[in-house]
């Protein structure tokens, strides 16, 4: 879910700006992990800890339509490792009501780690997340991922690309 589907990123740099005045720009977080890539690293992790901060998150460009149009063909589950921040489940669980009406509550699992999800396809911003995945590894790329090559996963960039991958080739020509 996050930077996947919630733009994660994009809500760092707006709560970094609000709590101290600072903006920062995206290029300077390229390749480095969310924690360190803000000049006061320790706000980062409070925020993960704030009410209000899952619940507000963008949503990422594309995600909407493409993961609509993907839950008509496929058995479509969001997964999130939601139990490290305990109010992030019920913000994130709003924030899928909110932003994707089209998923039933029954295709949404939230978990403390990944390893035991199974299924045909993960797409994952975290290599820890894939690592353990037994189907076809798809890494979303992010901020903190970007400078990871030869990481084994098949990378894509942008929800465009994964309707390429999953959609196009269902696309009959009458």
Not at 102 to 113: A, D, P, T
Not at 147 to 165: A, C, P
């Amino acid at each position: 879910m996050d930077h996947v589907m919630a733009d994660i990123t994009g809500q760092y740099i707006k709560w970094y700006q609000q709590a101290t005045g600072v903006e920062m720009n995206p290029a300077d977080l390229m390749g480095k992990p969310e924690d360190l890539a803000f000049p006061e690293p320790r706000l980062i992790r409070e925020f993960l800890h704030t009410p209000g901060f899952f619940l507000t998150a963008p949503v990422i460009p594309g995600s909407q339509s493409v993961i609509r149009e993907l839950n008509q063909l496929y058995e479509v589950f969001i997964v999130s490792a939601a139990m490290e921040f305990p109010q992030s489940l019920s913000e994130k669980y709003t924030w899928l009501l909110k932003h994707f009406p089209f998923i039933h509550w029954q295709q949404i699992i939230f978990c403390g780690s990944k390893k035991a999800v199974a299924g045909d396809y993960m797409i994952d911003d975290h290599v820890k997340n894939l690592t353990h995945f037994k189907g076809e590894k798809l890494l979303f790329t992010a901020t903190h991922n970007i400078n990871m090559h030869d990481t084994g996963y098949r990378r894509v960039n942008n929800w465009e690309e994964i309707k390429d991958l999953f959609l196009l080739k269902n696309v009959s020509y009458n």
